[in-house]
């Protein structure tokens, strides 16, 4: 109920009607610091000594809390605040906006009246007073690859501070609303920092750090009080009790998902299923931790048992189409509509998780249904706006379908990451997608040139004009290349293992090819693994249209 509360919370500061957390989220809480001690990351072989934890995952989050100390809130609410906008924001910010909202956001505090948001504490800014403040400018300038934001020490420190007193200012001063302008000039229009804050602020970079300092020095700090969320009360939850097993297999589930502790998990999930064979939960998890060690017989087996147990975990069939995904990308064989019909099921129990929408979506595609294929990832994309694979393969899917410029808008924005290898992919992924459109407009005024005859001649010439055969749905491949035939140019034929199966693919032309992770095509590429789009001409050939070496 705590925690439904700061979604609500979250919800009324950023004016948002609907706020969702994109990957499942558990919250544990933990009677005292001995049980919490059995899930802290290790430090020196020693569980390190905290409050509150947030471990995330590709799959499943947790938040674990010390129910025993004061205020455990605080130490969780930050990450949490990155949950949330994770699955808020759709547009591109600074780290400085990412860390100080979320550090605004951890203040919160709640009780049956009331919700006050922004209260600070009076050490909080403690670390200000003795190193002092940087120039707004060199804040703002901050980028996810600065040292500043990654090496531990003052600097970093002093980032987080500043950047939590910065969003404090904001709020107090009524400015919030004029970050989408600066964030406007400053991403979308790459205009310099001190320019975009002139324009957005109304005030120069040099009268910022002025007022900045006015208002640190003062000490007099705003917070703001609201009613406490309506309709969110302890009668609209169920509760049951924990049995043992079931309290270890949520002990176990963390363990999966934390480094310190994955075999141990594989061995408390045995142990489980061995006093009570059909505990679901135990099932589903042994049965991910052999998918991640690509033993696909053995995940099957307990995803199959967890299904048996309790067939509304969404998780279980999501995992179970994931474990046919991968199958299929070995085998080369693929049983779409069992998948399709375990990933529908996935979403019809949590329609807010967006990974069996992206996963629903190559399925689809492969099926031929390239407009229900699209259709999915959009809305994966939605269900988590800032997920950045998301969108690279939404561009792929784009180009895929011919449909070039809106998979060059998507390219183009992500050349705007902070993550210097999803830049490296969008710009490369660029390049090409932009040969690709010059290459189809000139291919279209070649077709229209001479397609044309003049109006009366009794006699028109003929021209024969080259035409592609009828072309299968697009469908995808991963693999590794054995070789390549390059003996007719510009055409060249690829061996391609993938699994126990070989396939031919024939590149109608290496010039122009679209290509991904690779300046050009070349014929010496040999056990380099791919990732190829293609058409299916006949059992193991088919036409290829892009080219991944990854």
């Known amino acids: ?111 049956g009246k009331e919700a006050r948001v922004g209260k600070i504490p009076s050490d909080t800014y403690e670390e200000l007073r003795q190193d002092g403040l940087v120039k707004i ?7 996810q690859n600065s040292s500043t934001y990654n090496e531990s020490g003052s600097h970093r420190t002093v980032f987080y501070a500043e950047s939590s007193l910065v969003m404090h200012y904001l709020y107090d001063n009524s400015l919030v609303l004029k970050l989408s302008r600066y964030f406007e000039l400053k ?54 009790p924990l049995s ?14 934390s480094r310190d502790y994955r075999d141990k998990a594989i061995e408390e999930f045995q142990d489980i299923l061995k006093s009570e064979p059909n505990n679901a939960a135990a099932s589903r998890g042994l049965g991910y931790a052999y998918l991640q060690k690509q033993d696909f017989e053995q995940a099957g087996e307990y995803f199959k ?38 990933l529908r099921a996935a979403i019809a129990l949590d329609p807010n998780f967006a990974d069996p929408y992206m996963l629903l979506a190559f399925a689809q ?14 809305k994966a994309v939605a269900l988590s706006p800032r997920n950045e694979t998301y969108q690279l393969n939404l561009a792929q899917m784009y180009l895929g379908t011919r449909k070039v410029d809106q998979a060059i ?34 291919t279209s005024n070649y077709i229209a040139a001479h397609a044309t005859t003049q109006t009366g001649d009794p006699s028109p010439k003929s021209e024969t004009i080259a035409t592609r055969p009828n072309q299968g749905p697009p469908k995808f491949l991963k693999g590794v290349i054995q070789g390549i035939d390059c003996s007719s140019p510009p055409a060249a034929t690829l061996t391609i293992a993938s699994g126990k199966k070989s396939w031919k693919m024939q590149v109608p032309d290496s010039t122009h090819i679209l290509l991904i992770g690779a300046d050009s095509f070349s014929c010496s590429w040999a056990q380099k693994k791919v990732a190829i789009n293609y058409h299916e001409t006949s059992d193991s050939t088919g036409s290829v249209f892009s080219i991944e070496i990854q």
Do not use: C
């Not at 120069?204 to 969110?232: C, L």
């Not at 043992?244 to 998902?257: E, G, K, M, Q, W």
């Not at 147990?309 to 969404?314: A, E, Q, V």
């Not at 249904?369 to 999915?376: F, I, K, R, V, Y």
């Open 365 to 378: 595609m492969n099926g031929g249904d390239n407009e229900a294929g699209l259709a999915s990832i959009q």
């Open 409 to 442: 808008a998507v390219l183009k924005a992500l050349q705007k990451s902070g993550n210097p290898l999803i830049v490296q992919r969008a710009g490369d992924a660029l390049e090409q997608a932009q040969r690709f459109q010059a290459d189809m407009k000139e």
């Open 187 to 240: 991403i979308d229009k790459a205009s310099p920092v001190d320019e975009a804050i002139q324009q957005a602020f109304g005030m120069s970079a040099t009268q910022f750090d002025k007022s900045i300092r006015d208002y640190f020095f003062s000490g007099r700090y705003k917070y703001y009080a609201m009613p406490s969320p309506p309709n969110i009360v302890s009668k609209d939850y169920t509760m049951k």
């Open 1 to 111: 109920m705590r925690f439904e509360q700061m979604r609500a919370v979250f919800s009324a500061l950023l004016v948002k009607a609907n706020v969702n957390i994109p990957i499942p989220l558990q919250i544990v809480a933990f009677r005292n610091t001995k049980e919490l001690r059995q899930v802290s990351p290790l430090w020196n072989g020693k569980p390190v000594e905290l409050a509150g934890l947030f471990q995330g995952g590709e799959d499943r989050s947790f938040i674990m809390l010390d129910m025993s100390v004061d205020n455990p809130w605080t130490v969780v609410f930050h990450e949490y605040a990155h949950q949330l906008m994770n699955g808020t924001l759709t547009a591109q910010v600074d780290p400085w906006f990412e860390e100080g909202f979320a550090e605004y956001f951890s203040t919160i505090e709640v009780d």
């Open 244 to 257: 043992l097993t079931d309290s270890r297999a949520v002990l176990a589930d963390i363990h999966l998902h």
């Open 137 to 143: 400018s060199d804040l703002f300038k901050v980028r």
């Open 305 to 342: 048992q967890a299904s048996q147990s309790d067939s509304k975990d969404p998780r279980v069939h999501y995992y179970s189409a994931l474990l046919m995904s991968r199958q299929a990308s070995v085998s080369g064989n693929s049983n779409l509509l069992e998948m399709t019909q375990e």
